[in-house]
């Protein structure tokens, strides 16, 4: 009994800030760069990437890095437990029409269409 309140915690830690709800809701579309994520929520990446662990700890993102750059995704159906499963439900039904989440959507599509090696190198410079 006490796993399942365990991990109602976890995820219910997970879902308590903004950025990351912004994040998944973000990850809805498809996989990502950590540094689109970051472009994105306009944080820095340190901050983008403890964000990214609490998400990946609760078991709502999963991630995978490929040479330099981290990417981070939904985790898939047969992976995912039914709690993460009925959260990341609850949470798109929720922000379907928020404005943050739709403007980051819009924000999403321009981000996307940058190469993100140059987003990366950007990132570092600033």
């Not at 993102?61 to 995704?73: D, L, P, S, T």
């Amino acid at each position: 009994m006490e796993f399942y309140l365990d991990n109602f915690i976890i995820i219910s830690k997970a879902l308590s800030d903004t950025n990351r709800l912004r994040a998944l809701a973000a990850l809805r579309g498809g996989e990502l760069c950590v540094c689109q994520i970051i472009e994105l929520l306009g944080l820095a990446p340190s901050t983008v990437s403890k964000h990214m662990s609490v998400l990946k700890h609760a078991g709502l993102v999963a991630g995978h890095k490929e040479e330099r750059w981290m990417f981070y995704r939904l985790p898939e159906d047969k992976v995912m437990s039914v709690g993460v499963r009925s959260a990341l439900k609850w949470v798109f039904a929720e922000l379907e029409k928020d404005e943050t989440v739709i403007k980051d959507q819009k924000d999403l599509a321009r981000i996307t269409k940058q190469n993100p090696s140059s987003l990366c190198k950007m990132q570092r410079c600033k």
